[in-house]
C-alpha cells in the first residue's frame, strides 16, 4: 500500500494549501481525461496523428520485402545461374559463405545507419529522417539493380553485397525514425496497437515479396528477379512525399524549445479540444520532469542510456530483437531456401512459406486486440511458450530427413511457427521497446535498439546458413532443438526482466522506473497521478 510520501510525486511541486491542491488535481484530471480516451474517441480525436502513424510504416514495410528478398530469390533458378556455383550434377548453389554475407552484411549497414540516425534526427528532426532514408535506400536499390552486369559471378556478387550494405543504412534510419515517430505523435490508447503497425507491415512486405517471387519463379532470365529488385524504388519515393506530407514530432520541437511551431504541430495532428490543452501538456511535463530528474540541460548524450535507472530501461529495449532471434526469424526468413536444402522441390518450398507469411498478416492483427486486452508481456510469454514447443516438435521431425512426411511436416510447423511468432514474440517486441524508452533519451535509445537488432541478426544470419546447408552443417530440421532451446532462454530473461506497460502514459513508465517496481508488480503499481485522483476524491467527500 502506497503512502502519501512513497512515491516520486509527477507534480513536485504541488502547493500544500486546499485550493492550490484542487487546481493541482484538477489539471492531473485533466491529463488524464486526455489519455483515458476509448479507442474510437481516439480516432475521431486524432486521425492525422493515425495515419501519420501509418504513413511512417513505409520503412518497416519496405525492411520487411528486402528481408525475404536473399531468402526467396536465392531459390529462383534464375538468380541462381547469375550468382551460383556450377555443380558437377548441373545445378547451382548459393555457397553458404555469400549467403551468410548477403544476409549478415546489410546488418552492419543497419547499425551505420542507427547508430548516425539519432545524432541526425535530433539535430535535424523526425521528418528529415524519412527524407534521407529514402534517397539513401534508392541509392542501395540502384547498386543491387546492377549487380548482375560483370563478367565475373565473383564480382556480381560482390556488388550486390555493396547494395545491401547500403540499403541497410538506409533501413536502419528509416526503422528508428519510425518507431521514434510513432510513440511520440500516437494518441496515448493507440500507441500499442500503432507502435505494432511495425511488425504488421514489415509482416506485409514479406508476403509482398514471397508473392513476387512465386508468381515469377518459373521465369528463367535475369528479368524474374530484376524486376523485383526495381519495385523497392517505389517504397523509397513514396518515403521521400510522405516526409512533406506528416506533421513534424511536437516531442522534438518541445525539446528544442520551438514551443510555438511545437503547439501547431500538435494542432495538426488533433483535432480534439481536450487533446490540445492537456496532451501538449503532457509532452512539456513529461520533458522537464525528465530534465530535472537527471539534471540534465542541454543535448542528450548516449552515456545517460547507461545510467542509473536509464540502465535497466536499455537493457530491456536492447533485448527485445534478441528476443525475436532467439524465436527462429532468421531460420523462417530463409524457409524456402532451408526446405529445398532439406530435400522439398523449389516450386512447393515457396508455395508453403508464402503460405506460412500469408499467415503472420492476420496473427498480427490479431495481436493489436490482446495486446489491449491481456498486455505486452503477457502475449510475448505466451508466445515464447508455443513457439519453443514447436520448433522442438520440428527437431524429433529432423531426425527423419529422408522421411517424406516429416519434410512436409516440418514446413507446415514452420509455418504455423509464423503464426505464433506473430501473435505475440514478433508484435509485443517492438512495442515493448519504444515503450520502455525514455523520452528524453528516446531517439538514442531506438537508435541502440537498432544496433543491437542489427548485430543479433548480423550473428544470426551469418550462422544460420552454415547450420542447414548442404555444402556445411546440412542440419536439416534439427535446427528445431537449437531454437527450441533458445526460446527457454528468452522466456526466463522475459519473465524475469520485461515489465507490463499495457496502459501506462509515458509519465507513468518513467514514474515506476525511477521508483525501482519490480518487473511483476508494473501491471498493479498505482502512479502518482492515480493517487492524486484518488486523495482529490478523498478529500471532496470530507
Known amino acids: 500500500t502506497r503512502t502519501a510520501t512513497a512515491h516520486p510525486s509527477f507534480l513536485a511541486d504541488m502547493a500544500d494549501t486546499v485550493e492550490d491542491t484542487k487546481d493541482a488535481v484538477s489539471h492531473v484530471e485533466e491529463t488524464r481525461r486526455a489519455e483515458d480516451f476509448t479507442p474510437l474517441q481516439a480516432i475521431k480525436g486524432s486521425p492525422i496523428a493515425i495515419l501519420s502513424c501509418i504513413g511512417a510504416a513505409i520503412g518497416p514495410l519496405m525492411y520487411g520485402f528486402d528481408m525475404v528478398i536473399v531468402g526467396a530469390c536465392i531459390s529462383m533458378p534464375a538468380f541462381q545461374f547469375e550468382y551460383g556455383t ?3 550434377d548441373n545445378t547451382f548453389i548459393i555457397p553458404a559463405l555469400w549467403q551468410s554475407l548477403w544476409n549478415s552484411l546489410i546488418q552492419l549497414g543497419i547499425i551505420i545507419g542507427a547508430m548516425l540516425n539519432s545524432a541526425f534526427q535530433d539535430r535535424f528532426g523526425r521528418r528529415w529522417g524519412f527524407r534521407s532514408g529514402g534517397f539513401i535506400a534508392a541509392v542501395g536499390v540502384a547498386v543491387m539493380y546492377i549487380s548482375d552486369s560483370p563478367d565475373s559471378v565473383d564480382t556480381r556478387r560482390s556488388i550486390f553485397l555493396v547494395g545491401k550494405i547500403i540499403l541497410g543504412a538506409a533501413m536502419g ?5 519510425c518507431q521514434t515517430y510513432v510513440s511520440e505523435v500516437a494518441p496515448p490508447k493507440l500507441r500499442g496497437p500503432l507502435l505494432s503497425i511495425f511488425t504488421f507491415a514489415m509482416v506485409t512486405g514479406q508476403v509482398i515479396a514471397i508473392s513476387s517471387v512465386n ?3 518459373l521465369i528463367f532470365t535475369p528479368i524474374a528477379y530484376k524486376v523485383i529488385i526495381a519495385s523497392q524504388w517505389a517504397w523509397c519515393g513514396a518515403l521521400f512525399l510522405l516526409s512533406f506530407i506528416i506533421p513534424e514530432s511536437p516531442f ?6 520551438r514551443q510555438d511551431r511545437a503547439r501547431t504541430m500538435y494542432n495538426r495532428l488533433n483535432s480534439s479540444r481536450v487533446n490540445r490543452v492537456a496532451g501538449f501538456a503532457v509532452i512539456k511535463e513529461t520533458l522537464d520532469h525528465e530534465s530535472q530528474s537527471q539534471n540534465a540541460i542541454g543535448q542528450a548524450s548516449i552515456a545517460e542510456c547507461f545510467r542509473g535507472t536509464n540502465t535497466r530501461r536499455t537493457i530491456i529495449v536492447a533485448s527485445t ?3 525475436q532471434q532467439f524465436l527462429g526469424v532468421t531460420l523462417l526468413a530463409n524457409g524456402p531456401y532451408f526446405l529445398q536444402m532439406a530435400g522439398m522441390n523449389f516450386v512447393k518450398s515457396l ?3 508464402q503460405v506460412g507469411i500469408s499467415l503472420a498478416l492476420p496473427a ?7 495486446m489491449t486486452r491481456f498486455g505486452r508481456r503477457t502475449i510475448l510469454l505466451w508466445s515464447i511458450v508455443s513457439v519453443g514447443l514447436l520448433w522442438f516438435s520440428v527437431g524429433i521431425a529432423g531426425v527423419w530427413p529422408t522421411n517424406t512426411t516429416a519434410l512436409m511436416y516440418i514446413g507446415v510447423m514452420m509455418q504455423i511457427i509464423t503464426f505464433f511468432f506473430g501473435l505475440g514474440g514478433g508484435s509485443a517486441t517492438p512495442v515493448i521497446a519504444a515503450e520502455i524508452s525514455s523520452a528524453r533519451l528516446r531517439a538514442l535509445s531506438q537508435a541502440v535498439t537498432f544496433v543491437n537488432a542489427a548485430f543479433s541478426s548480423w550473428l544470426f544470419n551469418f550462422v544460420v546458413p552454415y547450420m542447414f546447408n548442404s555444402d556445411q552443417g546440412n542440419l536439416g530440421g534439427l535446427c528445431g532443438f537449437i531454437f527450441g532451446g533458445l526460446c527457454v532462454i528468452g522466456f526466463i530473461f522475459s519473465y524475469f526482466c520485461i515489465p507490463e506497460t499495457k496502459g501506462r502514459s509515458i509519465a507513468e513508465v518513467d514514474e515506476m522506473f525511477e521508483s525501482r517496481v519490480a518487473t511483476r508488480k508494473f501491471a498493479t503499481y498505482i ?9 482529490h476524491k478523498s478529500l471532496q467527500e470530507a
Do not use: D, G
Open 527 to 535: 502512479c502518482s497521478q492515480q493517487y492524486e485522483e484518488a486523495q
Open 321 to 323: 530483437f534478441w528476443l
Open 364 to 370: 498480427t492483427v490479431i495481436s493489436w486486440w490482446t
Open 252 to 257: 522534438w520541437l518541445v525539446s528544442l524549445n
Open 173 to 177: 534510419q528509416l526503422n528508428s525514425t
Open 351 to 353: 508455395e508453403i512459406s
Open 86 to 88: 556450377h555443380l558437377a
Open 215 to 217: 508468381a515469377r519463379i
